[in-house]
């Protein structure tokens, strides 16, 4: 566990030029045989060996130049092979041969086997587990591909690139080689092998190439990939009209894998999938798993432009490609869906994770400057955030400015690993805008706060605000520069216009973005004619926290008028957030909690606003989480008081709006068979909200209990259940849906993860031993990573009251899983610990058992760099 810092950067001292791999593929006993040709860069000293990466590795031959080579030559460990006296010649061939256990990696990372597939994982550093080898981004080059196998158990066998050919081999095996011409590191390499149904389509490309497009699934899953198959088609065209990206080979394949450590993973021409983002049917799937699995094929898709094609020189400059490539999938989705809601959904989904994260332990830059453990930078903050300061780069250079910045960054790097400088650059070049104090986004980390206070001289018939910045202190990062921060803007006037300023002094606007660039910063507008209402931060232009003092009249005014619909769910969760965190103050208290009447007409005024979309009128509807509103309150956090108190407020909105959700339950109804699109998605999404609502008012299972039976798709089904299991978890009504929901579903795992997930958040201490208890039923399977997030992953980051228990049982339950899960599989262990990053804002009891919970872990003897580094930071 070294920590390696950016500026220690070094190009390789030798060119790798070719890659010959051939793998006889053996569950427990797979014989790697790489041949590497290299160069020596130019003024590289001939004594300078060659030193290539290992991980558990033993070397069982090294042929330098097709001979032999001695003893005297070389120093192998799991860690290393280094290679000295080498010829003076340049090129010369390393072949180095390995055996790997597949059956035996636990890890996921590297070659591993899967239900009998052999798949692998190479990103980031999982390649060096496969064979000794150069294994970094900015090492490119061109692979050929044999795999040999049993062919009855290996029917379909699998690698980068173009189909070559294959043919019978000895004794029962078969082989397949695999051609990739595109140049590319090892961590975008993949093999996939064993016995897969498979799903086949075409896609003809905008130059008239005819693409194969070809999804393995498991066999009878096939029917399950044909959403993924349209959403693929979709993503391809997307990415040409939008980006005028093409694809650049014969096939494209995707192989969904059930046991897999992240989302997917883009390897060039075959992308591996967690099979939960490329399986669904109505049955079976929600419209969120829908809404995931588009995004998540579109991503995948995309970076074969943004990482691929264009690659990162070093780990680093992960967000080169993960922050771009997260903004190319919303934009997509947006385009797809409704622009609004899925602005909501991407902000609802910044504030919760990536803020947390910028304001604790964790918080790093979007371009970190050292790391311990690689894999746990692959953050929040790299991807979301990281498509956020893109975002803002396409705002504050406007559309065509933009588009010319990326045309230029593909022109320029294609073929290339690059860092952000090169990629800022593009932009500076098209646009001619300076970006030298934009780019402290990627430099400074933590979550700027910008206060503003603003007035009106009705005799001048000018607007004045006045904002203030400031970057929080964060780890390793105490003084901070002030950031050139876009904000878009509008002044609503009385009459629900927005007014067009006469000019605008104090600072640069361009179109309704303002350019906040100093610390403190006053602009004036000129020629408004009455006292507006500002609306700033439109569209969440910029990953801020705003700190501005508005009226429940203004926001209600800007709820009702402004033309930035995301700008109106933003001024009704303004407006309910002081309630919210009111009520849990007075809960804490013991005092009575009220609703502002404001609030509750302003909510329903919005969702029964027919002119409005069903999707935007259910985000309305749901309220800020108790996450939300614990990050709101800062500190000395009581999560049962903030559970206590949203709850109150939720059965005073549903009392007083009654009327309304029984409409909406009625209206909302579809008739006729279930389809995943945007706007039916929407509907469901408003009527189960309306029914969530009227069960808080109505106190009992019985409508829920209807709506489980009544359901006829799994958007619905899985809603019922969960206020079941949620609002009325002794009820007979939650245990026997509980019970028909298993039964109705036994067998499909991806079902029962919801099954498990929804109990794993039934709110209060009893959780725990539910918790528990689940992980002794049989389809808890503690090696499979899904299982594994489903319950103890949802349990801890998606239960504030159960994890939360003021004895700091939670905390303890978790430091042995963690401890448990780490020896098999030190990523998905390190990752599900990030869910007590936030542990400090707790009151002080809670606090102190969860730093003793994290103290155990610390001390404990072995543990994976990976957990280290995340106990460390966090106890820091
Ligand atoms: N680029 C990938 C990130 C990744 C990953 C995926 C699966 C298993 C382990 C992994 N380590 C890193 C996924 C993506 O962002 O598209
Ligand atoms: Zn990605």
Same mark, same amino acid.
């Given at each position: 566990?070294?920590?390696?810092?950016?500026?220690?950067?070094?190009?390789?001292?030798?060119?790798?030029?070719?890659?010959?791999?051939?793998?006889?593929?053996?569950?427990?006993?797979?014989?790697?045989?790489?041949?590497?040709?290299?160069?020596?860069?130019?003024?590289?000293?001939?004594?300078?060996?060659?030193?290539?990466?290992?991980?558990?590795?033993?070397?069982?031959?090294?042929?330098?130049?097709?001979?032999?080579?001695?003893?005297?030559?070389?120093?192998?460990?799991?860690?290393?092979?280094?290679?000295?006296?080498?010829?003076?010649?340049?090129?010369?061939?390393?072949?180095?041969?390995?055996?790997?256990?597949?059956?035996?990696?636990?890890?996921?990372?590297?070659?591993?086997?899967?239900?009998?597939?052999?798949?692998?994982?190479?990103?980031?550093?999982?390649?060096?587990?496969?064979?000794?080898?150069?294994?970094?981004?900015?090492?490119?080059?061109?692979?050929?591909?044999?795999?040999?196998?049993?062919?009855?158990?290996?029917?379909?066998?699998?690698?980068?690139?173009?189909?070559?050919?294959?043919?019978?081999?000895? %004794? &029962?095996?078969?082989?397949?080689?695999?051609?990739?011409?595109?140049?590319?590191?090892?961590?975008?390499?993949?093999?996939?092998?064993?016995?897969?149904? @498979?799903?086949?389509?075409?896609?003809?490309?905008?130059? &008239?190439?005819?693409?194969?497009?070809?999804?393995?699934?498991?066999?009878?899953?096939?029917?399950?990939?044909?959403?993924?198959?349209?959403?693929?088609?979709?993503?391809?065209?997307?990415?040409?009209?939008?980006?005028?990206?093409?694809?650049?080979?014969?096939?494209?394949?995707?192989?969904?894998?059930?046991?897999?450590?992240?989302?997917?993973?883009?390897?060039?021409?075959?992308?591996?999938?967690?099979?939960?983002?490329?399986?669904?049917?109505?049955?079976?799937?929600?419209?969120?798993?829908?809404?995931?699995?588009?995004?998540?094929?579109?991503?995948?898709?995309?970076?074969?432009?943004?990482?691929?094609?264009?690659?990162?020189?070093?780990?680093?400059?992960?967000?080169?490609?993960?922050?771009?490539?997260?903004?190319?999938?919303?934009?997509?989705?947006?385009?797809?869906?409704?622009?609004?809601?899925?602005? @909501?959904? %991407?902000?609802?989904?910044?504030?919760?994770?990536?803020?947390?994260?910028?304001?604790?332990?964790?918080?790093?830059?979007?371009?970190?400057?050292?790391?311990?453990?690689?894999?746990?930078?692959?953050?929040?903050?790299?991807?979301?955030?990281?498509?956020?300061?893109?975002?803002?780069?396409?705002?504050?250079?406007?559309?065509?400015?933009?588009?010319?910045?990326? #045309? *230029?960054?593909?022109?320029?790097?294609?073929?290339?690993? @690059?860092?952000?400088?090169?990629?800022?650059?593009?932009?500076?070049?098209?646009?001619?805008? #300076?970006?030298?104090?934009?780019?402290?986004?990627?430099?400074?980390?933590?979550?700027?706060?910008?206060?503003?206070?603003?007035?009106?001289?009705?005799?001048?018939?000018?607007?004045?605000?006045?904002?203030?910045?400031?970057?929080?202190?964060?780890?390793?990062?105490?003084?901070?520069?002030?950031?050139?921060?876009? *904000?878009?803007?509008?002044?609503?006037?009385?009459? &629900?216009?927005?007014?067009?300023?006469?000019?605008?002094? &104090?600072?640069?606007?361009?179109?309704?973005?303002?350019?906040?660039?100093?610390?403190?910063?006053?602009?004036?507008?000129?020629?408004?004619?009455?006292?507006?209402?500002?609306?700033?931060?439109?569209?969440?232009?910029?990953?801020?926290?705003?700190?501005?003092?508005?009226?429940?009249?203004?926001?209600?005014?800007?709820?009702?008028?402004?033309?930035?619909?995301?700008?109106?769910?933003?001024? /009704?969760?303004?407006?309910?957030?002081?309630?919210?965190?009111?009520?849990?103050?007075?809960?804490?208290?013991?005092?009575?909690?009220?609703?502002?009447?404001?609030?509750?007409?302003?909510?329903?005024?919005?969702?029964? #606003?027919?002119?409005?979309?069903?999707?935007?009128?259910?985000?309305?509807?749901?309220?800020?989480?108790?996450?939300?509103?614990?990050?709101?309150?800062?500190?000395?956090?009581?999560?049962?008081?903030?559970?206590?108190?949203?709850?109150?407020?939720?059965?005073?909105?549903?009392?007083?709006?009654?009327?309304?959700?029984?409409?909406?339950?009625?209206?909302?109804?579809?008739?006729?068979?279930?389809?995943?699109?945007?706007?039916?998605?929407?509907?469901?999404?408003?009527?189960?909200?309306?029914?969530?609502?009227?069960?808080?008012?109505?106190?009992?299972?019985?409508?829920?209990?209807?709506?489980?039976?009544?359901?006829?798709?799994?958007?619905?089904?899985?809603?019922?259940?969960?206020?079941?299991?949620?609002?009325?978890?002794?009820?007979?009504?939650?245990?026997?849906? /509980?019970?028909?929901?298993?039964?109705?579903?036994?067998?499909?795992?991806?079902?029962?993860?919801?099954?498990?997930?929804?109990?794993?958040?039934?709110?209060?201490?009893?959780?725990?031993?539910?918790?528990?208890?689940?992980?002794?039923?049989?389809?808890?399977?503690?090696?499979?990573?899904?299982?594994?997030?489903?319950?103890?992953?949802?349990?801890?980051?998606?239960?504030?009251?159960?994890?939360?228990?003021?004895?700091?049982?939670?905390?303890?339950?978790?430091?042995?899983?963690?401890?448990?899960?780490?020896?098999?599989?030190?990523?998905?262990?390190?990752?599900?610990?990030?869910?007590?990053?936030?542990?400090?804002?707790?009151?002080?009891?809670?606090?102190?058992?969860?730093?003793?919970?994290?103290?155990?872990?610390?001390?404990?003897?072995?543990?994976?760099?990976?957990?280290?580094?995340? @106990?460390?930071?966090?106890?820091?």
């Amino acid at each position: 566990g070294q920590i390696v810092h950016l500026a220690d950067y070094r190009p390789t001292d030798f060119v790798l030029e070719r890659v010959d791999l051939t793998f006889e593929l053996d569950p427990t006993n797979t014989k790697v045989e790489a041949r590497l040709i290299f160069h020596r860069r130019e003024g590289v000293d001939p004594s300078v060996p060659l030193v290539l990466d290992g991980d558990e590795l033993t070397l069982s031959g090294l042929l330098i130049d097709q001979s032999e080579a001695p003893a005297s030559r070389y120093d192998a460990t799991p860690e290393s092979l280094t290679i000295r006296d080498l010829p003076a010649e340049t090129p010369f061939e390393v072949t180095v041969t390995t055996f790997i256990n597949p059956e035996a990696n636990s890890q996921l990372m590297g070659l591993y086997r899967t239900s009998g597939v052999y798949c692998t994982q190479c990103e980031a550093e999982g390649f060096r587990r496969i064979t000794y080898f150069p294994d970094r981004p900015d090492v490119l080059a061109p692979y050929t591909i044999t795999i040999i196998a049993d062919k009855a158990a290996n029917p379909v066998m699998l690698s980068n690139g173009n189909f070559l050919g294959g043919g019978d081999y000895d %004794e &029962g095996r078969h082989f397949a080689a695999w051609f990739d011409p595109h140049p590319k590191p090892a961590y975008l390499f993949a093999l996939v092998a064993g016995d897969l149904g @498979v799903v086949e389509d075409t896609f003809t490309t905008m130059s &008239g190439r005819d693409v194969k497009l070809r999804i393995y699934v498991e066999h009878g899953k096939e029917p399950r990939a044909a959403y993924a198959m349209d959403a693929l088609k979709r993503s391809m065209k997307w990415d040409e009209e939008r980006f005028g990206r093409e694809y650049d080979l014969d096939i494209f394949m995707i192989v969904a894998v059930s046991d897999f450590n992240m989302g997917a993973m883009e390897n060039k021409g075959l992308n591996v999938f967690n099979d939960k983002y490329v399986l669904a049917d109505p049955e079976t799937a929600t419209d969120q798993d829908y809404a995931n699995i588009e995004a998540i094929i579109a991503h995948e898709y995309f970076h074969n432009w943004t990482g691929n094609r264009i690659t990162c020189r070093d780990w680093f400059q992960l967000c080169l490609k993960e922050g771009l490539t997260v903004y190319r999938d919303h934009e997509f989705s947006a385009d797809q869906r409704s622009r609004a809601v899925k602005r @909501v959904a %991407e902000v609802r989904h910044l504030k919760s994770e990536q803020f947390p994260e910028d304001a604790g332990p964790l918080a790093h830059p979007v371009r970190p400057t050292k790391y311990r453990e690689i894999n746990n930078f692959y953050t929040t903050t790299v991807y979301e955030k990281g498509s956020e300061v893109t975002r803002m780069i396409a705002t504050l250079l406007g559309s065509k400015d933009f588009k010319a910045g990326m #045309d *230029l960054y593909f022109e320029r790097h294609d073929g290339q690993a @690059v860092t952000v400088e090169d990629y800022l650059k593009c932009f500076e070049d098209a646009s001619g805008r #300076d970006l030298e104090q934009f780019s402290l986004w990627y430099h400074q980390a933590g979550t700027p706060l910008v206060t503003a206070s603003s007035s009106y001289d009705q005799k001048k018939g000018t607007f004045t605000l006045s904002l203030e910045q400031m970057l929080p202190a964060t780890p390793g990062q105490s003084n901070k520069e002030p950031m050139h921060i876009p *904000l878009s803007l509008a002044l609503i006037l009385d009459n &629900g216009q927005i007014a067009a300023p006469t000019a605008v002094k &104090g600072g640069e606007m361009t179109g309704d973005v303002l350019h906040l660039t100093e610390r403190k910063q006053t602009f004036t507008f000129s020629g408004i004619s009455s006292r507006p209402v500002l609306s700033l931060n439109r569209s969440f232009s910029a990953p801020i926290n705003l700190h501005f003092d508005q009226t429940p009249a203004d926001l209600a005014h800007i709820a009702r008028h402004d033309t930035d619909l995301f700008a109106r769910w933003q001024a /009704l969760t303004d407006l309910a957030m002081p309630n919210l965190m009111q009520a849990a103050r007075d809960a804490r208290e013991g005092r009575e909690i009220t609703c502002d009447p404001a609030l509750t007409a302003a909510l329903l005024e919005a969702a029964g #606003d027919e002119a409005l979309e069903p999707a935007f009128r259910a985000q309305v509807l749901t309220l800020p989480s108790e996450a939300d509103i614990a990050r709101e309150l800062g500190g000395n956090n009581d999560p049962d008081a903030i559970h206590a108190g949203r709850h109150a407020i939720l059965s005073a909105i549903a009392r007083e709006g009654n009327k309304t959700f029984l409409r909406l339950f009625d209206e909302m109804k579809i008739a006729g068979p279930y389809a995943p699109d945007a706007a039916s998605a929407g509907k469901r999404a408003l009527r189960n909200s309306a029914l969530a609502y009227l069960t808080y008012a109505e106190g009992t299972p019985a409508r829920a209990a209807q709506a489980f039976a009544a359901a006829d798709n799994m958007t619905d089904l899985a809603q019922a259940l969960t206020l079941l299991a949620h609002r009325f978890p002794d009820s007979a009504e939650a245990q026997g849906a /509980l019970d028909t929901f298993l039964k109705r579903f036994d067998g499909n795992a991806l079902v029962i993860d919801k099954w498990f997930s929804i109990q794993a958040t039934i709110p209060g201490a009893g959780a725990l031993a539910r918790v528990k208890a689940l992980m002794e039923n049989p389809r808890f399977v503690s090696t499979n990573p899904n299982r594994v997030r489903s319950l103890i992953g949802t349990f801890a980051f998606g239960n504030p009251t159960g994890f939360n228990r003021p004895d700091g049982e939670g905390y303890r339950f978790l430091a042995e899983q963690i401890l448990s899960i780490d020896p098999k599989n030190p990523q998905l262990a390190a990752r599900i610990l990030t869910s007590m990053r936030s542990w400090r804002s707790l009151e002080p009891q809670r606090a102190d058992h969860a730093r003793s919970a994290l103290a155990t872990i610390e001390r404990a003897e072995t543990l994976s760099t990976d957990v280290r580094d995340i @106990v460390e930071r966090m106890l820091k």
